[in-house]
């Protein structure tokens, strides 16, 4: 087990974070959808009234260009989601509404994630003025369903996915990690990147749900062999089993791979009154996972970038979101006791998971790869 893996009190507390606002996100008018404006709108209601928002850094979206979606997205899926949108509202698949809106809204979204990736490398600023080691971007639509070619899951355009190549390619950036801990695995994510050595993909989600992929067995493909880690989490998993992924897979292969920026596609959809899962997480257990990856970002010396993906508890989500910031800055979590359980997990309630089992499964299934630095 990594030690180094296993964050203390006082580590690198109060690192600088803040968050990138999309104004203009109720363009994407989805209804009554579980993915609807009222969501982002919560949270960052929530975040002004609340005791950090003066210790925020506090940026605004811009617009990516289509150059920069094309990166990532064939021009025919770039075309169509812009037809769509003209003519609008028209599902694109069985679950994601576009509206007029939509286009215009989810290229600022992928531009906020942009705009983040200027800051925490410190490319939007003269040297010498402080960067921020971190920034939330809270955008929707959310993005690591779509692949290249085909928009799904509430997706359109694969945000993570376009701030990495942003950065490889505008910034120099040789090496991206992107975490995606959203319940849901980011089948869009590690489509575009599974064969791809410069992009490690780590996902945290359960299994079996949506969209159905994210087995042990998808590790990546041609030159990218080894550089997807999917970890499939029984349902039923809480903070225990999140955090023990954390410490003795994700953490020790994000920090072997060293990369130049830290991607999360942060979805707190994993929460247990989240209505689109099964898992137990609670405030402290994204609290937890936020703070894990700010001190790995932190011990690397590079910036971190989260993106919102997924959360569809309009009660509990504007807390998950600021526990997550509160992680990424390491403001102190007792305000959060609240809503936190002991540990969180099914186990804890006498429901086991079957999560040792898994966890020899995940490790054997990395071991080719990965084993110097993974253990058990
Ligand atoms: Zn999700």
């Known amino acids: 087990m990594s030690t180094a893996a296993k964050p203390g009190p006082d580590a690198a507390a109060h690192r600088r974070t803040g ?40 940026l605004e979206a811009r617009s990516a260009e289509v150059a920069d979606i ?24 069985g679950d994601t509404l576009v509206s007029p809106g939509t286009f215009g809204v ?15 490398t410190g490319a939007d600023r003269p040297a010498g003025r402080q960067r921020p080691d971190s920034l939330f971007c809270l955008i929707r639509p959310p993005g690591h369903h779509a692949t290249a070619d085909r928009a799904m899951g509430f997706c359109m355009f694969n945000h993570a996915a376009v701030a990495a190549r942003y950065a490889q390619e505008e910034l120099g950036v040789e090496r991206v990690a992107i975490l995606d801990w959203d319940v849901h695995h980011g089948n869009g994510t590690q ?9 490690l993909f780590v996902s945290l989600h359960q299994w079996p749900l949506y969209p159905g992929s ?12 080894g550089l997807t880690v999917n970890l499939p989490m029984p349902p039923g998993s809480g903070n225990f089993e999140y955090l023990d992924a954390f410490d003795r897979v994700v953490g020790p292969v994000l920090e072997e791979f060293g990369p130049g920026l830290l991607i999360v596609s942060a979805g707190q959809d994993g929460h247990i009154a ?27 010396g590079i910036g971190l970038v989260a993106v919102h993906e997924g959360g569809y508890n309009i009660e509990t989500l504007p807390a998950l979101d600021h526990a997550v910031l509160a992680g990424f800055s390491g403001i102190p979590t007792g305000r959060f006791d609240r ?22 499964q995940v490790l054997k299934a990395q071991k080719p790869f990965w084993g110097r630095v993974l253990e058990g």
């Open 214 to 225: 994210g087995w042990l067995d998808e590790t990546g493909a041609g030159e990218g062999r």
């Open 339 to 360: 809503l936190s359980g002991p540990r969180g997990s099914t186990a804890d309630r006498g429901d086991p998971v079957g999560w040792e089992p898994r966890i020899d």
């Open 106 to 120: 989810t290229m600022r979204a992928s531009g906020a994630a942009m705009a983040a990736v200027d800051a925490v």
């Open 19 to 58: 968050v990138v606002l999309l104004p203009g996100h109720d363009e994407h008018d989805t209804g009554d959808h579980p993915e609807n404006s009222a969501r982002i709108d919560a949270v960052v209601d929530s975040l002004v009234s609340g005791p950090d928002w003066d210790s925020f850094e506090v």
């Open 274 to 300: 989240d209505p689109l899962s099964s898992q137990a997480l609670t405030v402290a257990g994204f609290d937890a996972l936020a703070l894990r990856s700010a001190l790995l970002a932190h011990r690397l």
């Open 191 to 199: 489509d575009i990147f599974e064969s791809d050595p410069s992009v």
């Open 70 to 93: 094309a990166r990532v997205h064939t021009r025919a899926h770039i075309d169509l989601i812009h037809d769509y949108s003209v003519s609008g509202p028209n599902w694109v698949d």
